[in-house]
Structures are given as C-alpha cells and as structure tokens.
C-alpha cells in the first residue's frame, strides 16, 4: 500500500547511523525492508540499501517491478531476475551481486552495517516459506567494505519506538482482529472444531481487511484456537470440539501490509464454570495492574516481575512459562522483552504486548493479551474486543455487543 514518506522514522534511523558512524545499511529481512522502504517484498529476495546520505537503493525482483515502483519510498529501484537462463544459482546470490554492484557504484564502501545477528525475521507476502541467510551471503561484503559491523542492535533500537505512521497501520491491524472476532463470536456454537473456528477467523481477515476502507492491499490472520482442555501455553488448533462452558482461547497474529498484531482474545457460548469465572477475575486484575504500569520511564525487568508476583500470589507460583512483554511492529514479536533478569526502559512510542497467562496440569486455562502504545500520558489499548469477554451478548441483529 502507497504511503508518504514517514521522514519522522527514516531520519531516527539516520541519527543513529551517524551515531555509530554508519554510512549505508544493507538489510535483507522483509520486516527491515518494509520498514526502511514500505516495500513489501513477495518473495523475500529483495534487498535494500539505506546510506546515510542520499536516496536509497532497492533492489527487487523483477516480477515485483509494478509494486516496487507504487509502493517504495524511493525511485531509486534495481531489479534483478528470478530465473535467469545462464545462470543456476539461486536469486538471492543475483540479488547480492547488484547490492555489491550499488555499494561499489556510490562509494559505499567504508562502514557497512548488515543483519548479523537478527535471528528473527517477519514472513514475506509468501507467508509459508520464509527466505533466510547463509555465511557466504555475509562474507561477500568482507573484500568490498573497509569494514562490516552488525546493525542489528540499531534496527532494534530504531523499530522500537513506533511513528504515527506506524501506530495507523497497526490501528488498522487492530480493527480488523476486532471485526473478525465480532463475526466469529457471532457464529461460535459448542461442537464445532477449533479448526473450522479458526478458519472462520482468518478467512474474514483476509476476505474484507484487503481493501479495508481504501487503506489496504494485504491482510492475513493467523490463529492458533484451543478450546477447554485444549488450552495449553504452545499447541496446535486441533479438531477438538468447542466447549459451551469452558472458553475457546485465540492466539491472534494479523498482518495488514507488513505490520502486525498480536493479541490473545477468548469466547464461551455458554456460562462459564465457577472454576473459570476465579480464574479469569485473578487474570483480569493482573493484566489491568500490568497495563496501568507500563508508562514511560517504567521498568521493563519491574514489569516481568510484577505480572509473576500477582500470579503467584494467585496460587499459580512459576506461571506462566512464557514471556508476558515484547514489542510488537513490522514483526509480530520484536524487541524490547521484558525479562525480571534483564535491563530496559519502557519509552513513549513503543508498542508492547502484555500477555499473562495461566495453564492447568493436564489441559485448560487461559491467557489475555492486547497491544498498547505507550503515550506521554500513559498509554492507549489498541484493540477494542473486551478482554473480559462475559461481557458479550448476542442482541436480536445478530451482532456481537459489549
């Protein structure tokens, strides 16, 4: 999707280039590239090479030359060929020759920043079979560059703290979760499989988010949906049937042009167990105590600390047994963690997900997660679906209301 130049954030990354007396990046993960172009890469071949100076470089494939044009922030655009007939070798080592070729041609040859260390990088628009390194890819620019560093730590630093342009693409991520969570609530009955839940609920995302209010060209969900004993800190959905007393928990990650969500959201046809009701009240006061406290200034290790004191406090000592803070942006999981043995700062701008959760030895439990954007007065929820989700009724239109 087109969208003007978001100066705000390429100049921060451009401060901190100086800083570190960077003069070109040269990144490859998609997530890195939407970031730093707004081009979102199909394949995940593409490269983009940011100086400290001037206009950047990308290089795609050459398929993608109609969206690399509509969509980059720059015109500046080398394209390179997918299949080539002289050539076996696989398109990203064609990519990597023009990249080198560009660095040669604008004397970018002094401190070259790369992704050495990002272990984690965001799907492309392939989705299902994501591109990654290998050692030569990164050796090729040892004989080029008088020196190559890793910019990892500055990407890092830099997509942590979110533009307004950024927070609106997020909103629309949100919104859509919302929605599709509203039509499945409305279509939820006990018996069904957690797949045919699921499918429910991507296959709204996808069918009305793309063209969503004119601000959309791809949007995808995807869910993991454990229903009663099903629920579980990691499993896959299953063909389990729905409970009608016990909740149906949704892990949501929704992409909308190469931002993401994450969140977890929860739904019982039925009256919930005396059981469920205890746990979600004690689940529900952790999450508002930890949302309260994340505001700029406050501690992230503090954070990580407080959300296992209450539950342990709960009767539940040593839960949850994954983390309860992260980043969330061009990745669904990025940086800062929140981790009671670590450092950090939670700073105005960031975006970070708060997940606590609980799970009973042999199956069940629960676990709330939303986005929140950390303002200079506090912060802002970005999704509006209750977390509390006794609070939903099924009202004559059929619709879902709260």
């Not at 983009?48 to 993608?64: D, H, K």
């Not at 390194?133 to 942590?160: C, H, I, M, T, Y």
């Not at 992230?300 to 992260?326: F, K, M, N, T, W």
């Amino acid at each position: 999707m087109p969208y003007p130049i978001d100066r705000t954030k390429l100049d921060r990354v451009r401060e901190l280039m100086k800083r570190d007396h960077l003069d070109v990046l040269v990144v490859r993960a998609p997530d890195n590239i939407v970031y730093l172009t707004n081009y979102w890469c199909m394949k995940g071949y593409d490269v983009a090479v940011f100086p400290r100076e001037g206009e950047p470089t990308l290089i795609a494939i050459e398929p993608q030359e109609e969206d690399a044009h509509r969509t980059s922030w720059t015109t500046d655009i080398r394209l390179f060929k997918s299949y080539h007939p002289s050539d076996p070798r696989t398109p990203t080592l064609r990519a990597l020759d023009v990249a080198l070729e560009v660095l040669k041609e604008r004397d970018l040859t002094g401190r070259v920043g790369l992704e050495l260390t990002q272990g984690t990088q965001s799907a492309d628009r392939m989705v299902g079979e994501p591109t990654t390194w290998s050692q030569n890819w990164f050796d090729a620019f040892k004989p080029v560059a008088r020196e190559v560093v890793d910019a990892s730590g500055l990407l890092v630093e830099a997509r942590s703290i979110k533009t307004a342009q950024e927070i609106e693409r997020m909103k629309l991520a949100n919104e859509l979760a919302t929605l599709a969570m509203e039509y499945t609530w409305e279509r939820l009955r006990p018996g069904m499989k957690e797949s045919e839940v699921a499918a429910i609920f991507e296959g709204h995302v996808h069918a009305n988010g793309i063209g969503y209010k004119g601000k959309v060209e791809m949007a995808r969900a995807f869910t993991l949906v454990w229903s009663g004993k099903g629920i579980r800190t990691f499993t896959a959905t299953g063909d389990r049937p729905v409970q009608e007393h016990e909740p149906t928990l949704f892990e949501i990650w929704v992409c909308v042009d190469g931002y993401w969500n994450d969140l977890t959201k929860n739904l019982c046809p039925g009256e919930l167990t005396p059981e469920y009701h205890k746990l979600l009240d004690l689940l529900l006061s952790v999450f508002h105590e930890a949302a309260a406290f994340a505001k700029d200034g406050a501690s992230l290790p503090e954070l990580d600390r407080l959300i296992r004191a209450r539950i342990a406090e709960g009767g539940y000592p040593g839960q949850p047994s994954h983390p309860v803070c992260h980043g969330v942006g061009a990745r669904a999981h990025e940086p800062p963690y929140a981790h009671q043995a670590g450092k950090g700062t939670i700073r105005e701008g960031m975006v970070l997900a708060i997940e606590p959760g609980i799970y009973w030895s042999g199956g069940g439990g629960l676990r709330l997660e939303d986005n929140f954007w950390i303002t200079g007065s506090g912060n802002e929820k970005l999704c509006s679906f209750p977390d509390d989700f006794r609070l939903l009724q099924r009202v004559s239109t059929g619709k879902a209301a709260y």
